[in-house]
């Protein structure tokens, strides 16, 4: 995501880019239906992932277009990041993506139906290292709760970060919570074979010779 990125733009809630009309991957949440339907969003019947914090969209433009029966759905809090996130799957002519800038629990919370998830993607958030800004962190008991709610039965999530303390916190908040099952975790060093599926963040991390943590979690089914 652009987790570390600019700080959120103002008026989130009610941001239409100036081109909206000429960016039909932009989706503007003002005026629509909450939660959102993903039928209408997709024109289609289709699973439905999401990933909070999708930057300019490097993620999406390399996975979406391997998964074409799954619809994927990105939120930016940076209003810049997820224009320029729009701008690009146009420019690729991705059809199975759509972006929006929102604040990640204020989404959840509003737009995305009870269930209606198959997986989350949250690569590379802000890990906000001092104990006093600890608070801003996107993971809090809270948000795993927005999220257990988003997702259907045995929907997935999936973590991504190079900070290991903050790892070792978000791993922590996942064990302790019912409703998660860890089903792998670990850390790499090397480029993986599913390279060109990497955030930004990942790719330069590695080529800086740092670990990246991920982690994969599965919702139970009851």
């Keep these: 995501m652009s987790p570390r990125a600019p700080r959120p733009s ?65 939120i930016e809090i940076s209003a810049k990041y ?23 629990n204020q989404f959840l919370d509003l737009y995305v139906a009870p269930r209606s998830l ?10 906000w290292p001092k104990r006093r800004h600890a608070r801003r962190r996107l993971f809090q008991y809270d948000f795993l709760e927005r999220v257990v709610a988003a997702l259907a039965t045995e929907g997935t999530v999936h973590v991504r970060t190079d900070v290991d303390t ?19 975790y670990g850390e790499q060093f090397e480029f993986p074979e599913a390279e060109l599926e990497m955030t930004g963040f990942e790719s330069k991390a590695l080529r800086q010779g740092r670990r990246v943590f991920y982690l994969h979690l599965r919702r139970r089914s009851a």
């Design 10 to 74: 103002r008026g989130l809630s009610t941001f239409v880019p100036d081109n909206a009309d000429a960016l039909p991957h932009y989706l503007v949440l003002p005026g629509r239906t909450m939660p959102l339907e993903w039928r209408e969003v997709f024109g289609r019947d289709c699973p439905v992932e999401l990933e909070i914090g999708c930057g300019n969209g490097r993620f999406l433009a390399l996975h979406a277009p391997q998964h074409p029966e799954t619809g994927f759905f990105g």
């Design 82 to 104: 997820a224009v320029l996130a729009a701008e690009r799957m146009l420019k690729r002519r991705i059809e199975n993506v759509r972006v929006s800038a929102a604040e990640a």
């Design 118 to 127: 198959q997986a989350v993607h949250i690569y590379f958030s802000d890990p």
């Design 166 to 184: 903050y790892f070792a916190d978000i791993v922590t908040l996942f064990v302790e919570h019912p409703a998660f099952v860890i089903d792998r």
